[in-house]
């Protein structure tokens, strides 16, 4: 414990889409992390109502306490990606994204040095300019249980395709992530993609 309290790092990707029935959807996919490595979903039904599907107990504990969901589930979480597509099975949800190629936003993250780019004193210098360009997004701001948190990205990837099912349901054709989503205090691009990014969670109690 340090003066300004612990401090968590994950780095992998994050993919946010919107769907034509309504419900949008954040993968986040975390090879590195203090928790293992891991897939978790947060899904945004078009009633409003928030489910976090976690692949374990600890992992639904620190997500849910950093952020807000109207149910949790616990269920294997499995994402296999190879270099244009990700596969997806989470419990009622299967998706199947097809990426595109890296956006202008991208171009411009990839050209900044990543250990700049995932600093959270950058994160907090550029988050001004994310709120009037990409609405919704937030790069710093306070979580759940007096946490604060910083998202650093490196890398924007565009969702080019996207079919999925909600308990058999299918979600309907690629859309904008709009409105926003409400888990936390900003939202993924509406624009659907995948994004690489280093997340740092600070604890100040």
């Not at 401090?7 to 293992?36: D, E, M, N, Y």
């Not at 990700?86 to 936003?105: D, F, H, M, N, S």
Request: proline share 7%; net charge positive.
């Amino acid at each position: 414990m340090s003066a300004r309290g612990t401090r968590w790092r994950f780095a992998g990707q994050i993919a946010g889409l919107g769907t034509g029935g309504g419900t949008r959807v954040v993968v986040g996919r975390w090879p590195q992390s203090p928790l293992g490595s891991f897939a978790d979903v947060m899904v945004e039904r078009p009633d409003g109502h928030r489910v976090l599907l976690a692949p374990t107990q600890q992992v639904a504990d620190f997500v849910a306490a950093t952020y807000t969901f109207d149910e949790v589930r616990l269920t294997p979480v499995d994402v296999d990606v190879t270099a244009d597509r990700w596969r997806l099975e989470a419990g009622p949800l299967t998706l199947a994204l097809g990426l595109g190629r890296r956006t202008a936003l991208g171009w411009l993250l990839h050209g900044i040095p990543a250990p700049v780019a995932t600093a959270p004193w950058f994160a907090g210098a550029v988050d001004p300019v994310a709120r009037v360009v990409l609405r919704g997004v937030r790069t710093r701001g306070t979580a759940g249980q007096g946490r604060r948190e910083w998202y650093g990205a490196t890398d924007v990837r565009a969702l080019r395709t996207a079919a999925g099912a909600w308990e058999g349901e299918d979600l309907g054709a690629l859309r904008p992530v709009d409105p926003p989503v409400r888990f936390g205090f900003g939202s993924t691009p509406a624009r659907p993609s995948v994004t690489s990014v280093v997340t740092t969670v600070e604890s100040l109690r």
